[in-house]
């Protein structure tokens, strides 16, 4: 039942990526294959039931809606469209946190669509609050929830992951200290980096939603690139965590310079772990590697023997 709503989380992806990309004037083609056919999408988000499906597939479809409704002209069934993509993205931020940014990129947006000064911010910020505040309220309230969820927002940094460079640089410093005699003090120095990169990534969100204000940078993309920022800087990285900002950025960036990093990147990180996200005994990875440089030496020797095995018919 729990892959069956991951599953749903994918078809809503399907369906609203193409259409951000149509938004972002971007190939729709180009940006589905990104960021639903995706490796990482394939591999972990069905086969490690994680709420990453769940959330970005109510994310995509959430700003679809607001996004149309913030361009149509005024009127009942523009703003019932538009509260409606709220509360979807809403419940993207009520499954996972992060994506709580994304209400201030749709607020801007809405902002600029009311005027340049800072009345239209706050006008804009008070709707949003509105909005997204009796939903969450309701969430709480129907799913008998409380605010239970919020004393666990920092259960994850408990864990000391790699792929976090905050964290990485945190446990290296602490070592080295150690192997200088000045003691153990690598938790300290976590928390004072992990700090420090999260104020640098809410800095940088900051500068884009200002950017996204002043019509220097699309609403879309102003989130992708913010995302991306707070998953460099978050505690703890998960590969999965990349989908994160990859969504919006395949809807957004049309430069093969930046699809050929993420497909690279993508394949390496979708291999990295397995799907529930726990590493490999050390005898399957030996065999997992031999049996993947077996595969790939026999399609090469098939390729030079046979060259034309790649040509059309």
């Not at 994506?99 to 000064?117: D, E, K, N, P, S």
């Not at 909005?131 to 004393?151: K, Q």
């Not at 049996?291 to 026999?298: C, S």
Request: hydrophobic residues 60%; glycine residues 10%.
């Amino acid at each position: 039942l729990h892959r069956v709503i991951a599953v749903i989380g994918i078809l809503m992806l399907g369906w609203a990526v193409p259409r951000l990309a149509e938004y972002c004037g971007v190939s729709d083609v180009a940006a589905l294959w990104l960021a639903v056919a995706n490796p990482l999408v394939l591999f972990h988000l069905v086969s490690g039931i994680h709420s990453e499906s769940l959330m970005m597939g109510l994310l995509a479809v959430g700003l679809v809606l607001a996004l149309r409704a913030i361009d149509a002209p005024p009127g009942p069934r523009t703003t019932a469209l538009f509260v409606l993509g709220v509360v979807l993205v809403t419940g993207s931020a009520l499954v996972k946190l992060p994506t709580v940014v994304a209400l201030g990129f749709v607020g801007m947006a809405l902002a600029r669509r009311w005027g340049t000064g800072v009345s239209a911010i706050i006008r804009a910020a008070v709707t949003m609050l509105v909005i997204s505040g009796v939903t969450a309220g309701l969430a709480m309230l129907l799913t008998s929830s409380g605010l239970g969820w919020i004393t666990k927002l920092g259960a994850a940094t408990s864990l000391r992951s790699w792929l976090s460079p905050p964290t990485a640089l945190g446990v290296i410093t602490g070592g080295i200290g150690q192997y200088l005699g000045l003691g153990d003090h690598t938790e300290q120095v976590l928390v004072m980096v992990q700090t420090a990169a999260l104020l640098g990534a809410a800095a940088f969100t900051v500068r884009m939603l200002f950017a996204v204000h002043a019509g220097r940078i699309d609403p879309v993309g102003g989130l992708g690139v913010s995302m991306a920022a707070i998953v460099v800087c978050f505690p703890v990285v998960h590969p999965w965590y990349v989908l994160w900002a990859l969504v919006p950025l395949a809807a957004w960036a049309s430069r093969v310079e930046f699809r050929i990093p993420v497909v690279a990147v993508s394949a390496v990180l979708a291999c990295f772990t397995l799907p529930p996200g726990a590493g490999l005994p050390p005898f399957v990875t030996i065999q997992a590697w031999a049996a993947t440089i077996v595969a790939v030496l026999l399609l090469l020797f098939l390729l030079f023997r046979w060259p034309g095995l790649l040509r059309s018919p």
